[in-house]
């Protein structure tokens, strides 16, 4: 059965960094694009930033020069870095991916990881 964890998440002050990681299990043929969201409660999710098997990367405007998405193809891992840190950043953040299984291609989640951006 094919899983993705993250982690990383945590309590950081204004102007910190933290850095998430997604790790996908299972028996896993193929990983296309990878990618963070965050969700706020009471609000929808949002795109944070994505990334192609290959590399190719896109940010939300509010996350560009801030944030860093990458990935690690051969432990099948996503990272998300993230500097400068406001606390309109605070959500839970959710890591996704299109993924070939025996069950062929599927999107997955993780369980989500709670980012707080507090003094």
């Known amino acids: 059965q094919v899983q993705l964890v993250e982690s990383g998440g945590g309590l950081v002050q204004p102007g910190g960094s933290l850095r998430l990681s997604c790790a996908a299990s299972?028996?896993?043929?193929?990983?296309?694009?990878m990618a963070w969201y965050r969700q706020v409660l009471g609000k929808q999710r949002e795109l944070v930033a994505t990334?192609?098997?290959?590399?190719?990367?896109k940010y939300r405007d509010s996350v560009k020069d801030r944030f860093t998405i990458s990935r690690d193809n051969v432990k099948n891992t996503a990272f998300l870095q993230m500097i400068s840190l406001k606390p309109e950043d605070t959500a839970v953040y959710f890591c996704?991916?299109?993924?070939?299984?025996?069950?062929?291609?599927?999107?997955?989640w993780g369980q989500g990881t709670q980012v707080t951006v507090s003094s």
């Open positions: 299972g028996i896993i043929f193929s990983i296309n694009i």
């Open positions: 996704n991916a299109l993924i070939q299984s025996s069950d062929g291609w599927r999107d997955y």
């Open positions: 990334i192609t098997s290959g590399g190719s990367t």
